[in-house]
């Protein structure tokens, strides 16, 4: 009977095991291949070689850059190297990406940039705020853009315990925002088994130096966030759910779900057009592939355009997509008249003319 039960319990677990690993890659889209779709003009940007993260494009076409992302699990192509943030000025004929000097007191040496926002005040000063991973932890860290001199000024760090594993950031006010993160485990290990499990337990938060608190949560891995033009509404995607979510924001800064656009794609940063409140996101088309370094097959790029999210039907349009020979590991996407910028993870950033 002892050992009929042992053989029971063993196949139990084996077929525990077996859908979860089934689930997971499904999560991954690991099966998925992409068809190349290209565009008429494009091309790589000079000096963006270890990634471009986050992309945020200001009203006058100043686009900043993440670049420099260590993600557990994900490799680095300069794993010893300090991140940085670039400036395009998307109004040049043939623009080019500009280091930004970060102001003296600012610990350069473990700066490690993921999601970004930009935040313009009244007087027209421009605020940035960077998710920074110092050590493997999260902060945010403000900026002000120093536009005589193409500098960044720090301001100072923020931290708090609500915010743990930060993937994204979207600026509300001079001091206040929207951060998502993406797991609920700070340790590798745990993150992965949490990722393994399937366990919703990651969320989104508001924070103000008056209040901090969670807003929504349920998610497998919120990633990318943004927000309306009008700022009545908040964007989510959650990257192993394949979908974007509409939240509705409240006077007191809540959100309630609104509704759920399920895509095919992995989609991670979320850029929102400030003219046509369309909304433009990299995708990964294989996500197994992000984490298994392998040469000879190496993650795909996608682009999605998204357009009437808040309407009965939306329209998704794949705009770009390539099977990594170009570029590898897309996570933005942003427009800018007529222009597209696509960024990535840990490899290269694409200019396009659309």
């Not at 890659?25 to 003009?41: D, E, G, I, M």
């Not at 960044?152 to 743990?164: A, F, G, Q, Y």
């Not at 509705?248 to 959100?255: F, G, I, Q, T």
């Amino acid at each position: 009977m002892g050992k009929l039960l042992a053989v029971a319990l063993v196949g139990i677990a084996a077929a525990l095991l077996a859908e979860r690993l089934f689930t997971l890659r499904a999560r991954l889209n690991a099966s998925r291949q992409v068809a190349p779709l290209t565009l008429p003009t494009c091309r790589l940007v000079k000096g963006i070689e270890t990634g471009s993260e986050d992309i945020d494009i200001l009203p006058n076409g100043l686009a900043f850059i993440s670049s420099g992302l260590k993600y557990p699990g994900v490799k680095s192509l300069a794993p010893d190297k300090p991140g940085e943030i670039f400036l395009m000025d998307l109004n040049e004929d043939n623009p080019r990406a500009v280091e930004l000097r970060i102001s003296r007191g600012f610990d350069l040496a473990s700066f490690n940039p993921h999601g970004i926002s930009t935040y313009i005040d009244k007087d027209d000063s421009v605020y940035l705020f960077v998710v920074n991973h110092p050590q493997q932890k999260s902060t945010v860290e403000l900026f002000k853009f120093m536009e005589d001199d193409n500098s960044l000024l720090h301001l100072k760090t923020i931290r708090h315990d609500l915010l743990t594993c930060v993937n994204d950031i979207v600026a509300m006010g001079p001091d206040s925002f929207y951060a998502t993160n993406d797991h609920y485990f700070t340790d590798f290990i745990l993150m992965s088994l949490e990722m393994f499990l399937g366990l919703t337990w990651s969320n989104v938060v508001y924070y103000s130096p008056k209040e901090v608190k969670e807003v929504a949560a349920g998610f497998y891995s919120a990633n990318g966030i943004n927000t309306s033009p009008d700022k009545k509404y908040i964007y989510v995607a959650d990257v192993l759910d394949h979908s974007v979510h509409v939240m509705e924001k409240h006077a007191n800064w809540s959100l309630t779900h609104v509704k759920t656009l399920q895509l095919d794609t992995l989609a991670d940063n979320l850029s929102v057009d400030p003219h046509t409140g369309d909304i433009w996101t990299g995708c990964h088309p294989n996500g197994m592939k992000l984490f298994y370094d392998d040469p000879d097959d190496p993650p795909g790029s996608e682009v999605l355009h998204i357009q009437d999210i808040l309407g009965e039907r939306p329209a998704v349009t794949r705009v770009y997509a390539d099977d990594g020979s170009v570029l590898q590991g897309t996570s933005v996407a942003a427009v800018y008249q007529g222009k597209l910028l696509i960024g990535t993870v840990f490899h290269r950033a694409l200019y396009c003319e659309l």
